[in-house]
């Protein structure tokens, strides 16, 4: 038995091409789990994560689940796993930090500006300056940041990234136009469900600290969280796409990740909460007895609270990527005077959205019907004329595709294939980790670790590069990456060569 064919007998997998497979449900009324990956990939998933996906496919309601390449395991459902359900939300498979996302700053700079390393130096400091990093810092710990006081926070968590919003901190508006969903409403569709859900949160005490948290807006968490020059090679061939997509080859751009910071996490357990006591009062049983597997039938009064907080997250954390955007390139002009920055896209990967879905549910004939879309730790991707892009700047192209992979491996822009259905329309969210992080502190070397970004010519505003953040830490990227290509999921249009990384040391948030 060669060591590629011991985790399809582990855990079933069937393969039905180079990079995709099915495993098939524990209850034969029930469609497959689609899993996307080569058999190289595959046997990085453990056992826990496989044993979450299964108990994702079992749980009320759910129609499909996809595994990601990147899976590995989570709080109830795997991180990098697709679950779809038209008659239940489930607040697992979006997580505890609300719209995790990643954002792409294009810039002007040619890449020759960044060869010298007191240049690079004096951007990190000047990003710093203006955008804290780690789990508890907010805008007050750093002198050139955009104080958002209570008033305004509340706008930002009903309006998102609204014109109103974006003129009152200094964001661009027509960033707007580069967003996934720019603004999310309640779930009844009005905005002024928000406006109340937010005083009642407030007046029982749910959002404690609400200035305080309202002041992590246009900041990094901890862990695997950050900001990343990145000089931008466009694919051959893909020249067409990226110049629509507004990536300058050979130029600079600034890639980031983080998502709703404590605003967003207070939401998600307070939700987690709630719902586990209702389970608890009621008698329910949970899905495979994983309390983080709770759920709400839609309608309920249950899943309209979750779904009027999980909209406010979002939004909190829409306008936290366009406003470190903001920031950043205000830092890049103090120190290189006359750049311009343009945003390419912002995207989600911790979010449940209404779609039209197009796959069959396993009892019976497809056809099209509305379904949330869970995509936790996975990446929406809308090939070139999908419905949802009209009146978008990529309805001709599809969307750009934001994959982190890892500093010295580089990061990655895709655009959407046609046969990106098979996987609910969505993709990995990057690299996905292959060591916990425990037992990457136990086993790596830090002095290794340093000398590699030192041998790479990366510099970061770290002392000691987070040994559980390290490169091992992550699959290898190209892997995955090659496994969505073979799927035929997405296509490549540009790899992204880091310069430089803003991190913090801190536990991650998501």
């Not at 586990?276 to 495979?288: C, D, G, M, V, Y």
Request: with cysteine.
């Amino acid at each position: 038995m060669n060591s590629e064919s011991a985790p399809e007998n582990k855990y079933g997998f069937i393969s039905t091409g180079e990079a995709t497979a099915i495993l098939p449900a524990r209850h034969s009324n029930l469609s497959p789990i689609t899993v996307i990956g080569t058999p190289e990939v595959r046997a990085t998933f453990d056992d826990l994560c496989v044993q979450q996906a299964l108990n994702s496919r079992d749980a009320p309601g759910v129609t499909e689940v996809v595994l990601n390449p990147d899976a590995h395991c989570g709080y109830g459902a795997p991180i990098g796993c697709v679950l779809v359900s038209p008659t239940h939300i489930y607040p697992g498979p979006v997580g505890v930090d609300i719209k995790c996302s990643m954002s792409l700053l294009q810039l002007d700079i040619p890449a020759s500006e960044m060869e010298d390393a007191g240049t690079r130096r004096a951007i990190i400091n000047a990003i710093l300056q203006r955008v804290p990093t780690g789990a508890g810092h907010g805008q007050r710990s750093v002198k050139k940041s955009r104080h958002v006081g209570p008033e305004l926070g509340r706008r930002v968590a009903v309006e998102g990234a609204s014109t109103g919003v974006c003129e009152s901190i200094g964001i661009p508006p027509e960033w707007a136009q580069r967003c996934e969903d720019s603004h999310h409403v309640g779930h009844d569709g009005a905005a002024d469900t928000l406006q109340t859900r937010v005083q009642k949160l407030i007046d029982a005490g749910v959002l404690k600290n609400f200035a305080e948290k309202i002041s992590q807006l246009g900041s990094y968490g901890g862990g695997n969280h950050f900001g990343e020059c990145e000089v931008v090679q466009v694919r051959k061939g893909q020249e067409a796409v990226a110049d629509a997509f507004g990536l300058l080859d050979g130029r600079i751009a600034f890639l980031s990740h983080c998502g709703s910071r404590g605003f967003g996490y207070q939401l998600a357990d307070h939700q987690f909460r709630q719902l586990q006591k209702h389970f608890l009062e009621w008698s329910i049983p949970l899905p495979a007895n994983d309390k983080h597997l709770v759920y709400a039938p839609l309608g309920t009064t249950e899943a309209d609270a979750y779904l009027d907080d999980m909209a406010l997250g979002a939004n909190f954390a829409t306008v936290n990527h366009m406003l470190i955007n903001a920031l950043v390139l205000e830092a890049f002009q103090e120190v290189i005077p006359g750049a311009i920055g343009k945003l390419v896209y912002f995207i989600s990967h911790n979010i449940a959205r209404l779609e039209t879905t197009t796959r069959s549910s396993g009892h019976g004939s497809g056809g099209s019907s509305l379904a949330w879309v869970h995509r936790k730790g996975a990446t929406r991707a809308f090939p070139a004329r999908h419905h949802a892009l009209k009146d978008t700047p990529f309805y001709e192209t599809g969307h750009p595709i934001l994959l982190p992979g890892n500093p010295q491996a580089g990061s990655s822009v895709m655009v959407a294939q046609p046969g990106a259905q098979k996987s609910a329309f969505s993709v990995n969210h990057g690299a996905g980790r292959v060591k916990g992080r425990k037992a990457a502190i136990r086993e790596f070397n830090q002095q290794a670790i340093d000398e590699s970004f030192a041998a790479a010519d990366i510099l970061t505003n770290c002392r000691r590069y987070p040994m559980d953040e390290a490169p091992a830490a992550y699959k290898n990227f190209d892997a995955v990456l090659h496994s969505v290509e073979a799927a035929d999921l997405a296509t490549e249009v540009a790899r992204l060569r880091a310069r430089f990384v803003i991190k913090d040391s801190d536990k991650a948030d998501d």
